[in-house]
């Protein structure tokens, strides 16, 4: 046998080797997993390295691995957390192995947000599927929503629920409630601007309108603020209403609301 024919049959050797490896890893793991009672157990290898053994078999080391975080999820044992260390890393390789794997990222949100409560690591997670399925815009509404439910991050919600609802498809409800959640934080210009940015590329006219609408309640929003600010600075304190802002001669009368009600003053804060 030729020097050549020496090197193809190791390189023949080497590939099939690598699935071999993978799948005798990933059958101790199974076994393993069994023991220990249902437990959610972390793969030992890093995602990386188990990309480079799975060769052409990464979806399926993909989905092995996601049967095994759903198969403890699934048993109704209450995870520890270990158990939530070893999802995190299940997850991570899982996703490593397949970027685009969709049940991932829902799995992802209902473990780790829901019920793990470790919001940081399933964010980062949902930011690896939302990176990579840039058609698919629940990943960003996820991270969007994390932000505003369990971290109470007013703000950083409506940036990630602004990015979501730029992805092609994504129904207006996530660029209306990003505004709304930038006009709570204090960004009431900021909400305005990407609401014109949304209604300049929008050609449904019922859309168009429902955009024209919120722009124009927070243009309402934004006056009755800069007004506060100038009883403020006129008067040493916080006006207890909105009212006091015309009784007081800083503005003539109260802009309309155009969903016909009332714009509210709370907790310093404006709704409408």
Known sequence: MTRAADIKCLLIALALLAPYTLGTYMLHSTRDLKKSDLRAVSPVLPPQVMKVLA??????????????AAAFLGSNKKPTDEDYEGLSNLFSHVLALDPFFKQAYYLVQASLSWEGKRYDKANELLGVSRDNRRWDWVPGFFIGFNYFYFIKDNLEASRQLM????????????????????????????AIVFLRAMLEKTEDEDKRKELELRIEALKGVLTLEQALERYRSAFGNEAQSLEELVTSGIIAELPINPYERPFELREGVISF
């Open 55 to 68: 060769g052409e078999f990464k979806g399926l080391a993909s989905d092995v691995l996601l049967i095994e």
């Open 163 to 190: 990015e979501a609802s730029k992805v092609p498809n994504a129904p207006l409800a996530l660029a209306t409630l990003a505004s709304r959640l930038a006009a709570k934080s204090g960004q009431t210009l900021t």
